[in-house]
Structures are given as C-alpha cells and as structure tokens.
C-alpha cells in the first residue's frame, strides 16, 4: 500500500493563507484529493487533481503536485474561521485510497 | 449530486447486542462501497471493500464474522457490527465509489457514531 503523511497540526490568522503539506510514496495515483472532515462529520470531497497536471485553482483554493518529490499541498487563500476542520489528502489507484494521518487546521479569529 | 446517506447517524446500544448501520448512494450507482473506521483525532481506516451482489473482501485484522457486510443493490450497503463491545465504540464511515461520475472519487457518507456501553 502507499504511505502519505502530513504534519499534523497548523494554526493561521484569519484572513491569512494556509498551506497544508502531503507526501507520498507511490507516484501510480492517478488522482489525488483533498477532503475536509469538520467534527463529527463525515469527510467532504473540497478537490482533486489529476496525476498528469501541476497546478489546479478551484475559488480560494490551489493545489500544487510536484510528482517528481511527491509532495501535494493544497493553498486555502482568505483563510476564514469556517475552515478549521482536518484536513485529509489521498491517492487512489484504481477505487482503492490511501489516506494521509490529517491536518488539523485552527483559524484564529 | 453524489450524495451519500448513513442512517443511524449516532447509535448508542448495549454490550453484545448487535447494530445494523446503512450507507446508501442517493443520486448514483455506487459499483463499490468501503466501510472506514475511524478513531479520535486519527485518520480513516479501511475496513472492508464490498461490491454489490458478491461477498465483501475484508482488510488484514477485521473480523469479517464481527462487522458484518451486505452489499445488496448498487445503492444499499449495510454494516452489521455482532455482540457489539465497548472497544467497538467509533466512528463508522461509509464511501460509495462509481467510476461513472467522471473523478474516479469516493463519495463519503456522514458518518455513524457507535457507542457500546
């Protein structure tokens, strides 16, 4: 299986951009994502790129995957107080995902 | 679209009684279903990945007699979890999964929150 991990926590301003980190091991992903999980709920799918592609912009958010480093971020810009949640970001080959440990994010007002 | 229901969305029951937890696509046919489990501030962890009208195929450590798995139409897969215990108490999340819908993505449910007493 794929190993991905991400720090796990980040505390940022309001109104300031976060940047939430994700290493990989196995570059045969052919779609990685980005999903929210606020608490007590399930996860809500925020984005995804495809493996062939360097940069998605998608409103406030940008994901950049360098596959030669195999490192995935996802740029939250206007950081806002709604946006504190985890955050998880997962490869998948074929239907099978692999998902990374979690960044919990902290906006403070 | 792409919305996936869990019913009961937090169950609180006796030890060694059984709990029956649902996942159902809403508006897709979900060709796959996996059932996560996911404790406190940790990630997801797969349980089991089950297709519809064939037995579902378990992860490496899950009882498959205890977390029971019917997978009985392209929208409706159940998770039964037998004589339940407190180290049984999390938080089950179901995905649906259809390579139909253009993103090749899981779609999650809202997740159920199990508490053995």
């Known amino acids: 299986g794929e190993d991905v991990e991400q720090s796990l926590f980040l505390s940022v301003r309001e109104g300031d951009s976060s940047v939430i980190n994700c290493t990989y091991t196995?570059?045969?992903?052919?779609?990685l994502y980005w999903y929210k999980q606020e608490p007590g709920a399930g996860l809500q799918l925020l984005t995804y790129i495809f493996s062939n592609m360097d940069m998605k912009q998608d409103q406030r958010l940008t994901v950049l995957l360098n596959k030669k480093d195999k490192h995935l971020s996802l740029r939250i810009a206007d950081t806002q107080t709604g946006d504190s949640a985890i955050y998880f970001c997962a490869g998948a080959t074929g239907n099978q995902f692999y998902f990374g440990t979690g960044t919990s994010l902290t906006v403070i007002p | 679209g792409a919305v996936v229901s869990q019913h009961p969305s937090w169950v609180i029951c006796k030890s060694g009684t059984s709990v029956k937890i649902e996942c159902r696509s809403l508006d897709f046919q979900a060709t796959t279903m996996f059932w996560y489990r996911q404790f406190p501030k940790q990630s997801l962890m797969l349980m089991a990945t089950?297709?519809?009208?064939?037995?579902?195929?378990?992860e490496q450590g899950v009882e498959k007699d205890k977390f029971l798995i019917n997978h009985a139409s392209l929208t409706l897969s159940t998770l039964t979890v037998t004589s339940a215990h407190p180290e049984d108490s999390s938080f089950y999340i179901c995905?649906?999964?259809?390579?139909?819908?253009?993103?090749?993505?899981?779609?999650f449910g809202p997740g159920t929150r199990l508490t053995v007493l």
């Open positions: 995905s649906a999964y259809s390579g139909s819908l253009g993103t090749d993505t899981q779609y």
């Open positions: 196995d570059s045969s992903s052919t779609y």
């Open positions: 089950s297709n519809e009208g064939s037995k579902a195929t378990y």
